[in-house]
């Protein structure tokens, strides 16, 4: 497969999750409109029964976007080990991997190198502040070359 090929494979896996997360967003944000509407007639909107159904609702989606999540990062490792380098690769000009806040290994596979990376970034709470810091690390760029984008893509369907 070419970079070109993988690239739409890869895109193309991105965008259906991207849409399938949307979908649920939207299922989620019309569940939670719709209970309060029914709380509203009952006169309940301020009753904790309200409050804990929105909590469910939320909860149900978190979960539904977790999922989403791990079958995409399930394709993504797929096509990375079906397509991965054969040059292990160097650190870039300026670029040292002890700046990283995660383990650094050259010689390791795309795929490894990706999931290495990746876990360190979705162990943040706030995706998006993992999103802004991986925007700026220049080691992530430089160590995940063509699959860095990937990640990007995966934290922002994230946040």
């Known amino acids: 497969m070419t970079q070109e090929e993988l690239t739409a494979a890869v895109n193309k896996l991105?965008?259906?999750?991207?849409e399938e997360s949307e979908k649920a967003r939207r299922t989620m944000e019309e569940d939670c409109l719709e209970a309060t509407y029914r709380a509203a007639e009952n006169r309940t909107l301020a009753s904790s029964a309200l409050q804990e159904e929105l909590e469910i609702l939320q909860s149900?989606?978190?979960a539904l976007v977790h999922k989403i999540q791990q079958e995409l990062d399930e394709s993504l490792e797929a096509l990375y080990a079906e397509n991965e380098p054969v040059d292990p690769g160097e650190p870039g000009e300026g670029i040292d991997p002890e700046d990283a806040p995660y383990e650094v290994d050259y010689s390791l596979p795309a795929r490894d190198r990706y999931i290495a990376v990746k876990n360190y970034y979705l162990s943040y709470e706030d995706k998006g502040q993992a999103l802004s810091d991986l925007e700026e690390d220049a080691v992530a760029q430089d160590y995940l070359g063509s699959y860095y984008s990937y990640l990007v893509q995966l934290l922002l369907l994230l946040q």
Request: charged share 40%; proline share 0%; net charge negative.
């Open 14 to 18: 991105i965008a259906e999750a991207n």
């Open 60 to 62: 149900d989606y978190d």
